[in-house]
């Protein structure tokens, strides 16, 4: 029996395609695949250490040795590189950040292991300050609490360049200050690091999807009631990000990302679309609470949203994601 059809004869029935499987699969658009992710880690000191983040359930910060476990499993899943954010004790925060560049330094010493054990795995260091300074702050602030831009960008070039020095393959500036891209790509080619890439947090928002992260990294506490928009962006504008990821590429950017995730694929099209260059996305830690507390409670299929999630940013015009899911994801898709 043939359906009714009111009014016109439909010639055109998109249905169709979406009938069976093998159709479907033929004109899918886009892809998720294991080249795509990169697997952000919390390091922190001791050995044989594993510290749950409460706020990321399955997430925890791992002492050098576990962390070397955890990447060699990423690297044995196909994932092509993971992103390191050091935990350090409080004593050793101060008002200059000074450990931001020490030499043997956490993030130092975790890079050097890494590019020891797992030459293959490319590895990619936080250029920024929040981790090192007593006020949470990613720079160094003035009398009034102002964070001031040039003298940070030279404490960034110091830490940069410590990266490069222990081996980071990637540095990615993720501080929003003004012309730290120009900075630290003259200071890595003066220093003959000519081929060590810079991945820019172009679009970084002023979110409060950042919670957990600063949890994890233990800055919230030291932030207080404070807050980055003096130099991260404003989340009512779509236009500015453009300006920052141009600036950031005419300054000598690899890569650029976007900051954070699934509420911001808006500004993740109009970058690809607007520049044609490598484009980053970072699933931020509220995502993953959002995403993980809802499985949990059995509201959501954890698998299924996880990967939609994933796909909607390859969608966006997204070349890879940052997420804390992606070692779970890397076996999904096996
Ligand atoms: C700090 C930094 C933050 C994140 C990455 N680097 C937090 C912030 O800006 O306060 C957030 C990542 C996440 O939420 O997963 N430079």
Do not use: C
């Not at 009938?19 to 000191?45: A, G, Q, W």
């Not at 590189?81 to 935990?87: D, G, H, N, S, T």
């Not at 650029?256 to 993740?268: A, E, F, Q, S, T």
Request: hydrophobic share 45%; proline share 5%; no cysteine.
């Amino acid at each position: 029996m043939p359906e009714t059809r009111p009014g016109r004869f439909p010639s055109i029935r998109l249905r169709r395609m979406r009938k069976d499987d093998f159709s479907r699969r033929l004109m899918r658009e886009n892809r998720l695949t294991v080249d795509d992710l990169i697997y952000p880690l919390f390091v922190t000191e001791g050995s044989r250490l594993r510290e749950p983040v409460t706020s990321m359930p399955g997430v925890a910060r791992l002492s050098l040795d576990l962390l070397l476990d955890e990447a060699t499993a990423a690297f044995e899943l196909g994932i092509p590189a993971v992103a390191l954010f050091p935990v350090i004790d409080a004593d050793k925060k101060d008002l200059e950040a000074s450990e931001a560049w020490n030499p043997e330094g956490l993030a130092q010493r975790a890079v050097r292991i890494l590019k020891a054990r797992l030459p293959e795995l490319g590895v990619i260091t936080d250029v920024a300050l929040d981790p090192f300074t007593s006020h949470g702050q990613d720079g160094l602030i003035d009398e009034d609490g102002y964070v001031v831009n040039d003298k940070t960008v030279e404490t960034l070039v110091k830490q940069a360049l410590s990266h490069a020095a222990a081996g980071a393959d990637v540095v990615a500036p993720s501080d929003m200050m003004d012309g730290r891209i120009g900075a630290i790509r003259q200071a890595l080619e003066a220093e003959g690091f000519v081929n060590t890439r810079i991945l820019a947090y172009s679009a970084k928002y002023a979110s409060s999807f950042y919670g957990p992260f600063r949890d994890a990294v233990g800055s919230a506490a030291n932030l207080g009631g404070g807050n980055k928009y003096s130099y991260q962006m404003d989340p009512a504008n779509g236009d500015e990000a453009l300006r920052e990821v141009e600036l950031d590429l005419q300054e000598g950017a690899d890569m650029v990302m976007v900051k954070p995730g699934m509420p911001y694929l808006d500004i993740v099209r109009r970058v690809k679309d607007r520049f044609g260059v490598p484009t980053y996305a970072y699933q931020v830690s509220g995502e993953y609470s959002m995403l993980k507390a809802a499985a949990q409670n059995g509201w959501l299929d954890e698998r299924a949203v996880v990967l939609e999630s994933l796909l909607a940013f390859k969608r966006a015009g997204a070349d890879g994601i940052l997420t804390y899911f992606a070692k779970d994801v890397a076996t999904w898709l096996k």
